[in-house]
């Protein structure tokens, strides 16, 4: 962290007592807080997180006066320590983490079509996505598919990615979908998911001149 954020004085003591109030009085410090530091987290984090959009910026100070709120509630924060080391580092954190949940959607997005094209083995949907990829079709292809999966509902959305993580049986599908988000989907409507996304992505492919 850079020297700036180091060389705190302490708190006023309306927002310190505050802190240590009522929940209504910690919600007001918490404003204070953000209001005196907002705009100087905004420029500093632009300037130490690289490649980070204006709205993740935001989100990630958001996020940051969260947590302290929380640490305030659970009487994890000590008031008699400056603040602002802390308020900058928690938003540095959160803005690196936003970045790098993004790179990893990216890159799962930029796999997903592949990776369904994969999952379809054996089909003639898999022979044609195959063809696609041979073709050099395969990045508009993803494009429009990605699209596509992005307007289901959303338990073929939860059947589309544990498809693209290799999962291919219903039965499969079905216990794969309730250990990750405890949704229960059955049988019949993961192969009704499997056949629309079949279906989609042989009219994708189609349309390109894939057969």
Known sequence: MPSEITDETDLDIEVQ?????????????????????????????????????????????????????????????????????????????????????????????????????????????????????????AERVSTEFRAFVRTLPQKQKLVAEAMADGIVTDPEIVKDIYRRRREVVSAVEVKGAKQALKKKFREILNKKGIR
């Open 17 to 137: 007592l505050g802190l240590l109030g009522t929940d209504a009085e910690k919600r007001e410090s918490i404003r204070l807080l953000y209001l005196r530091y907002r705009e100087r987290l905004m420029c500093w984090l632009e300037r130490a997180v690289s490649f980070i959009p204006v709205d993740e910026v935001a989100t990630a100070i958001n996020d940051a006066f969260v947590e302290i709120y929380t640490k305030a509630v659970a009487n994890e924060l000590n008031v008699d320590r400056p603040l602002r080391p802390l308020i900058f580092t928690v938003a540095y954190r959160r803005a690196v983490d936003g970045v790098r949940k993004r790179s990893a959607r990216q890159k799962k997005d930029d796999e997903f079509a592949q990776e369904i094209g994969i999952a379809l083995h054996g089909s003639d949907v898999g022979s044609a996505w195959r063809t696609c990829c041979s073709e050099d079709l």
